[in-house]
């Protein structure tokens, strides 16, 4: 039996098309430079232990669903850190010490960020701060004590662990280092956004003249999909049909896409897509995604660990995939919309189409995984 044949009913829950949609390379390269983005791989590249994380084509879906290719570019092999964070906030902890080893750095997460700027801070020997709510899982926190920072739980949710990680940060003198934009607070955002970059330099190398027809992104804030976005702009020769992927629960950058303008979302369930359950589009990206985004779509939790499952159980590809759940949604937007007629058609997929999907993670929080794909 194959996996679209047993019956079972991959869902979505929204799909729209962006009525803004136009992209304009030289926008989005006033956003995020040429030189912003040339300067974090040139520094990336030099990493110690860097090397590109493969770009897995899923062969038996694509021949199932009756695409050319899909290509999974897998993050759960990014340094001994599992995911693209680890780019974004340990480049910028290195741009903004700038070779200075007495300054702390400081942050608010939800954890994979917050291991990126703890494992930025241990490579730089610099003193490190993090913030976390007390949603944030034991085994989350335990990672990032193990880098060697110091983990300070606060009462109540992401919000507040930023607002006291700003405090604290502003009475020591702390450096604080935090992947969302707002008003007064681009330069650092930008900087982890032109790390995540990086793994679109390595795809555009490893597909090998091949062209990528469509292109789908997770977006939380929207940090990770704005940078792709601009290393579209950066590296690729022609423009992919781009589609970002939210939960259901805090699709945010589709309501935003939606009105044209940012749209808070009031999260009233936490997805099991933990790093993308987000209310809000951080401003930097806003700023590349609104034009650059063709379709949104939104999906519930239903088949995050279905697809884990079958990512790890070599259903999709000759090689078994270790996907966290951030790296599924990917993988069920294709699918819900090769099944669906009308999206299918929307989005021109056809058997010439080649796809990429990001494999944002690998198993960051491996309790959980092992609970998901044995359920
Ligand atoms: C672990 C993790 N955190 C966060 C995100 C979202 O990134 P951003 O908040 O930059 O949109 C993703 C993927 O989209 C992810 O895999």
Redesign the pocket.
Known sequence: MTILSNGHLWKYSKFIENENYSFNQNKILNLLSKKDIDEAYLSISNWENYTPTPLIELNKLSKELNLNKIFYKD?SKRFDLK???AL?GAYAVEKITNGNKNITVATAT????GRSVAWGAKRLGLKCKIFISEFVSKARGQAMSDLGADVIKVKGNYEKSLIECIKQSTENNWQIVQ??AWKDYMTVPKY??AG?TVMMKEIADQINNQQITHII???????????MVAGIARYLRNIPETIVVEPDSAAC?MESIKTGKIEKINIKRESL????S?GE??LV?WEILKNSVKFCISLPDDDIARTMKLLGNSSFSEEKIIA????A?GVISLITSCVDDKIKERLKLNSRSNVLV?G??GD?DKEMYQKLIIQ
């Open positions: 993050e995911s693209f964070k974004g939800a954890g994979n960020h992947d969302v982890t956004m995540y992104l997770q977006a939380g804030v929207g940090g990770m999909a704005g940078a950058v897509m933990g790093g993308m987000c589009v951080s990206p966290g759940e951030n790296s949604p990001i944002c993670e960051t």
